[in-house]
């Protein structure tokens, strides 16, 4: 939006820059008074020219009167105003002759925000998606419906979640969804609702309910029609429909009772190493990691700005915190700039000119100190901010410097030695490996809990539990409580919202203490698939963003830590990294690069299914806590449900180690029925309700060590059969259809079936098995392997026999 007071526009602004003006004693000239009204018009705003070069820059001016003279000016100013180191950044529509015009007078005019090539972009984009909504709403749309559901959670509350895909993909396209109220009533009589059209990176996925709708009955079937004609119904079936065995009556559960710092939880895996000798261990990972420590600072100013700030070379707890830095303003009038150092203390003589006013600029005070041999082995100096620092530096006092950590003295602040638990009574690599990790983001205060929780249940439960017994006896369990000790500590006891780890990768730009609080590196950003820097999206190269993913990939040794468990022991096959909050369960493919949403390739459509398979398994485990229900909604890849994050490390481990890895986000939205809405918990809710979560999803975790026993003990040989869904005259087309999640190979030249032979794909995102279309009478030949590796009939794809699959798909009057 314009300024109101831009009515002047353009024509006056290229006559009032071609007069002469009086400067200020500041940065930014004093504009003289606005010109009359005139007519005459810059040649390059003439509509006749298209608006040639004109654009939005940057201005940055040092005050607010510098703005109102902009204004009387009848610069055409965007209503867009921010403090910068500066001054004050404001943005103006500008051609190339103004934007000269006052960078002639001495105005800071910068870069384009944007400009014609933007605009010419747009209106290109524009006629597209108006070339599409003319093309969609020529046509009725074709829905097809992903998923339909409906489950409890908590106090039996019942839910609705539905999915359903149009092919009319344009916002003017509206779905309702039309819901009975159990079986032989009235098709509208549960209710109706306008469902949400879902988008991400600029493009649709399909449309969804914001939340799952509350019901007051089940229903069997829902209806969805569109705007454009299109309708289909489909039957309503209940998600998490799992029936689990009860615990044995010796099972016991509830190990935790508080939040914990990682040097606790790290304690507890290795004190239950100790109890538990014979079916536990502790793996100590190879890479400390940058510890919990930080170099001693001090920030020095004036009344109304910091100029330059101080660091010390050793770290805080090893002499940096000993370490003062006073400013003393002589009595005596032009004295030089000097430094004294004695022992730890640094004494700063500012200068002063002839009235014995002090006249030493922040520059030269921090070239002083890097320049003195004594100050220089003790601390560094720098100008705040990557400012030029010419201001004056007013005195001070002897300043301590401090690393302004506060955890107590039982948290070493030396680099960490990270250990994972080693659960299983033959840990000799020839049992299935499932690795569960905690804490990548250090302010999920749940996390830790859960998998510690997960531990002590296997260890405890394993002497009188049968099925405890079997998990122990059968895995290889890895359980890695903190994967960010350091950012846990910081996260605990200095800045509860800390994500990152604690290593600082800024240069002095950003080195000042105000920013401790910005310094890390995403751990989930940190990995080498799919990451920043081969272009996919979800992290930043800024040293200061929360998702930074670090100066490179691996940069981090805890990263590097859990890419050395799953290389180091490749009997790993499944692993969980849990996260809060929200409530998903998700896996990869988690990231894609925003140009076209490009994904990693998605994981094949006999792993999808597997995947969604064991969701019903784990789910339904974390239900039997308190009744939780995970929405299908946020089941799925993590690019599906979520967003893209670049460089995460269950990509890492599928894409690298063919590891199959979920992602838990516990702390799922809880329901008031009173507000009839969803409320959510936070990464650290009032420990009672951690405390919850941290049961139910630790239920989930041993769901998933469950699923990773029947992988490993998956004997069964698949069956699959062709189903011929459509014929006509000239055509004909079917797909396959499994008995369990199986990957289907198949041929349609008479050619022997191999791995290297067409794979069966979904249909599209979220969607069944493809739908095959052949034009003659075809004989095909497939076989199924299921994820385990067992396949149908015992067929050897790299043998010569011919036990596989085979059926004749007829076309037309074929016999």
């Known amino acids: 939006m314009r300024s109101p007071l831009n009515g002047r526009r353009a024509g006056r602004v290229a006559v009032v820059l071609a007069l002469p003006l009086a400067l200020s004693l500041s940065a930014m000239p004093v504009l003289a008074d606005p010109a009359p009204q005139t007519s005459e018009v810059a040649p390059d705003r003439q509509s006749s020219t298209e608006q040639n070069g004109v654009a939005l820059l940057r201005v940055i001016v040092p005050d607010q009167e510098s703005v109102e003279r902009l204004n009387d000016m009848g610069v055409d100013l965007a209503e867009y105003k921010k403090p910068v180191d500066e001054g004050l950044e404001v943005h103006a529509v500008l051609s190339p002759e103004e934007a000269q015009g006052l960078r002639d007078l001495g105005i800071d005019v910068r870069d384009a925000i944007f400009d014609q090539t933007d605009v010419a972009e747009n209106r290109v984009a524009r006629q597209e998606a108006l070339a599409q909504a003319a093309e969609a709403a020529a046509d009725v749309d074709t829905l097809t419906p992903l998923r339909a559901e409906w489950f409890t959670s908590l106090d039996n509350e019942h839910f609705l979640s539905v999915e359903v895909k149009s092919s009319a993909i344009d916002a003017q396209t509206v779905l309702t969804a039309t819901w009975d109220s159990g079986k032989d009533t009235a098709p509208d009589s549960g209710g109706t609702t306008t469902m949400s059209r879902f988008t991400d990176a600029g493009q649709y996925m399909y449309h969804r309910f914001n939340s799952p709708l509350a019901l007051t009955a089940v229903p069997t079937k829902v209806t969805i029609t569109s705007n454009r004609g299109g309708s289909v119904t489909v039957p309503v079936t209940k998600w998490l429909g799992e029936k689990r065995k009860a615990p044995s009556k010796h099972y016991v559960a509830d190990f935790v009772d508080r939040y914990m710092d990682p040097t606790e939880l790290t304690g507890r895996i290795t004190a239950l190493a100790a109890e538990f000798p014979k079916i536990t261990q502790i793996v100590d990972l190879p890479n400390k990691t940058n510890g919990y420590r930080r170099a001693a600072q001090a920030q020095f100013g004036t009344a109304t700005a910091s100029t330059f700030y101080v660091s010390s070379k050793a770290y805080g707890h090893e002499g940096g915190n000993d370490i003062s830095v006073a400013l003393v303003k002589p009595d005596t009038a032009s004295a030089a700039l000097s430094v004294s150092v004695s022992g730890k203390d640094v004494v700063v003589n500012l200068g002063t000119d002839a009235s014995a006013a002090i006249n030493s600029t922040a520059k030269a005070v921090v070239d002083a100190l890097n320049g003195n041999a004594a100050a220089s082995a003790l601390l560094t100096a720098a100008t705040y901010r990557g400012n030029a620092g010419a201001g004056l530096v007013a005195a001070a006092a002897a300043t301590k410097l401090t690393d302004n950590l506060k955890a107590p003295a039982t948290v070493s602040r030396d680099p960490f030695q990270m250990k994972a638990l080693r659960i299983g009574k033959k840990r000799d690599g020839s049992k299935v490996g499932v690795f569960l990790y905690c804490q990548e983001h250090a302010r999920e205060w749940v996390t830790p809990l859960v998998c510690l929780e997960t531990a002590e249940r296997l260890v405890r439960n394993y002497a009188k539990d049968a099925e405890t017994k079997k998990l122990v006896d059968n895995l290889d369990i890895f359980v890695m409580p903190t994967a960010n000790p350091d950012g846990g500590h910081y996260s605990l006891y200095d800045y509860n919202s800390q994500r990152r780890n604690m290593t600082n990768h800024c240069d002095v730009t950003n080195g000042d203490p105000a920013r401790r609080n910005s310094w890390g590196v995403d751990l989930n950003r940190n990995f080498s698939v799919g990451s920043v820097f081969d272009g996919y999206n979800g992290a930043s190269t800024t040293c200061t963003s929360d998702t930074f993913a670090g100066p490179a990939e691996l940069s981090e040794p805890e990263a590097r830590n859990q890419v050395w468990l799953t290389n180091q022991f490749p009997n790993i096959k499944f692993a969980m990294n849990t996260h809060s909050y929200g409530g998903y369960f998700m896996w990869p493919p988690g990231a894609y690069k925003t140009a076209g949403r490009e994904l990693l390739p998605r994981v094949d459509y006999g792993t999808e299914n597997y995947f969604w398979k064991a969701s ?200």
């Open 616 to 815: 019903d398994h784990i789910l339904s485990a974390v239900q039997t806590w308190r009744g939780t229900g995970i929405w299908p909604g946020r089941t799925g890849p993590v690019t599906d449900v979520l967003y893209s994050a670049a460089g995460n490390s269950a990509d890492e481990h599928w894409y690298n180690r063919g590891i199959i890895g979920w992602d838990f986000e516990v702390g799922a939205d809880v329901y008031n029925p009173e507000t009839k809405r969803f409320q959510a918990v936070g990464f650290q809710p009032p420990f009672a309700e951690g405390h919850e979560e941290a049961m139910e999803f630790a239920a989930g975790q041993i769901g998933i060590l469950e699923i990773a026993r029947s992988f490993s003990d998956d004997k069964k040989q698949p069956k699959s059969e062709l189903n011929v869904t459509g014929q006509t005259g000239t055509s004909a087309t079917f797909t396959f259809k499994t008995d369990e999640p199986a990957n289907v190979y198949y041929t349609l030249d008479g050619s022997r079936p191999t791995l290297n032979s067409t794979k069966l794909v979904a249909a599209g995102m979220r969607e069944s098995a493809q739908q095959i279309t052949i034009d003659k009478t075809t004989e095909v030949r497939w076989f199924a392997v299921d994820i385990a590796g067992n396949v149908e009939n015992n067929y050897k794809p790299d043998g010569n026999g011919k036990n596989y699959r085979n059926e004749k798909v007829k076309v037309g009057d074929a016999r």
